[in-house]
């Protein structure tokens, strides 16, 4: 090919098309390699959009056959039928799949569709259908995303022994499953399933839940799941999970008294977290560096040892979260349209979509006593809340994390109603290095949701209005 581009992406997920998208907008000649055959990668093909439309409208189902009634709202009978849920979720996810390429026409980005594979740091390969193309290009980025983690000697045949991509495309509701990890992914998946009507079981072999989120925070989550129904086996070393006559049967032992215990589920989903997928890249042979974990090597420039190989995203140290990725395609872009992009990883938001919500953005508790840090908190339930309470949402509260000494803003913690929403607000005031006082001082709509922060911003000094 005559044709050389300024850049070559490989990957079509959340960094990757990001990526190309804003190279693009600077004036650089962009190309875009996916071996899916449609882009928006994990995330809106078998992860964060489907799973988001299954957690919607199965929370609907239950409120409707659950919570309606006892508001005065009465129904007939209710009655689920997964296959059309099935087919809402994978139209949603076709146009926005086809949005992707929309877009890329409209920003002049070249869609390759095949593996990409790095022949040199100036030359890719594209196979597709037994067809070998090869580009010349100034530079490369990798953004091929991650893959589901497994157990030694668990296989995931995606029938009855699944991961979070068999989770989302089941036929009919199952009896029970268990879901093996207790975090964010395995959560939600098990609270779309409970709300359906299938008995859930988490086992992990931690004795909390959401490994690295605050702990009261977490404490309070789990409390909450167990009321919806959902049985925790905490502590707990998974031994095996086998097939047996079309069901399956998960093994564990507890870590403390190593008794051992069977369940005989109709699922099992396996949750223990994702992988660095650069399988078939030829990264050893041109000589890119990993770390111990298998992740890409990159510097403050997210470039990797070798000159003008770059990569992003879940191949790269930090949280394996799609805007994390997208920042990082984002500041790559700008940083070889020569401007000074960058990412700030202290003010990086997370959430869980459960109902309620569980959202963060900066430290929590443990990482600032660790780091001998002095803070102050302040606290304001929800249920003190007064839209939260004509809306029957009570459960939950904010808490933000202080400096004392100069009030800055260090950390903002909730679970609650819709703030997987309402943490924008503080990822905005960290970034401006707000003080608690900023935020008290600043006037919130009454009645919303958002009026808690503004009360647990009052609470860093002791002076809440409500509670």
């Known amino acids: 090919m005559n044709k050389v581009y300024d850049l070559i992406v490989i990957g079509g997920g959340p960094g990757g098309y990001v990526c190309a998208i804003r190279a693009a907008q600077l004036g650089l000649r962009v190309a875009c390699v996916e071996s899916r055959g449609t882009l928006g990668g994990t995330c809106l093909n078998v992860g964060c959009i489907p799973s988001k439309s299954l957690l919607n409208l199965s929370e609907n189902y239950k409120k409707v056959k659950n919570n309606f009634s006892q508001q005065g709202i009465e129904v007939g009978e209710v009655k689920l039928n997964i296959k059309k849920m099935m087919s809402n979720k994978n139209k949603s996810v076709q146009i926005l799949t086809k949005g992707i390429e929309f877009l890329f026409k409209k920003n ?3 869609y390759f569709k095949g593996k990409g594979v790095i022949f040199s740091p100036s030359d890719v390969i594209v196979y597709n259908d037994g067809k070998k ?5 100034k530079n490369i980025v ?3 995303g991650s893959s589901p983690m497994s157990l030694p000697g668990i296989d995931i045949d995606e029938k009855n022994i699944i991961s979070s ?3 989302l495309s089941f036929s009919s509701v199952p009896k029970s499953m268990v879901v093996i990890g207790g975090g964010y992914i395995g959560l939600e998946m098990g609270s779309v399933w409970s709300r359906l009507g299938t008995e859930v079981t988490v086992i992990e072999n931690l004795d909390f839940i959401t490994p690295g989120m605050d702990r009261e925070i977490s404490n309070e989550f789990k409390k909450i799941l167990i009321k919806q129904g959902i049985k ?7 031994l095996s999970v086998i097939n047996k006559d079309n069901k399956v049967e998960v093994q564990f032992e507890d870590n403390n008294n190593k008794t051992k215990e069977n369940i005989i589920v109709d699922k099992a989903l396996i949750s223990v977290g994702r992988k660095p997928f650069t399988e078939g890249l030829n990264l050893s042979k041109i000589g890119v ?3 111990s974990k298998g992740k890409i090597k990159v510097d403050k420039k997210l470039q990797t040892n070798i000159k003008n190989i770059y990569a992003i995203g879940d191949v790269i140290d930090g949280p394996m979260l799609a805007h994390k990725a997208e920042e990082e395609g984002i500041a790559v872009a700008e ?3 020569g401007q000074s992009g960058h990412v700030n990883y202290d003010v990086i938001p997370g959430v869980i979509y459960t109902s309620p919500e569980v959202a963060y953005v900066g430290k929590t508790e443990e990482t600032l006593k660790k780091n001998n840090i002095d803070f102050k908190v302040g606290k304001f339930p929800f249920m003190a809340n007064s839209r939260a309470k004509v809306n029957n949402e009570t459960e939950g509260f904010v808490k933000i994390l202080a400096d004392t000494k100069t009030d ?9 109603p819709h703030c997987g929403d309402m943490i924008a607000e503080m990822a905005l005031a960290m970034e401006f290095g707000a003080s608690s006082e900023d935020i008290a001082r600043t006037c919130h709509a009454h009645p919303t949701h958002t009026e808690a922060i503004k009360e647990a911003a009052l609470a860093v000094d002791k002076r809440p209005i409500h509670f």
């Open 289 to 291: 560096k990993k770390d």
């Open 142 to 144: 990798i953004a091929t």
């Open 232 to 238: 925790f086996k905490l502590n707990c070393k998974v």
């Open 408 to 416: 800055r803003v260090l950390g903002v913690h909730i679970i609650g």
């Open 133 to 137: 193309l090869s580009y010349k290009t």
């Open 165 to 167: 991509t068999g989770a």
């Open 335 to 337: 940083i070889l349209a």
């Open 108 to 110: 002049k980005v070249d």
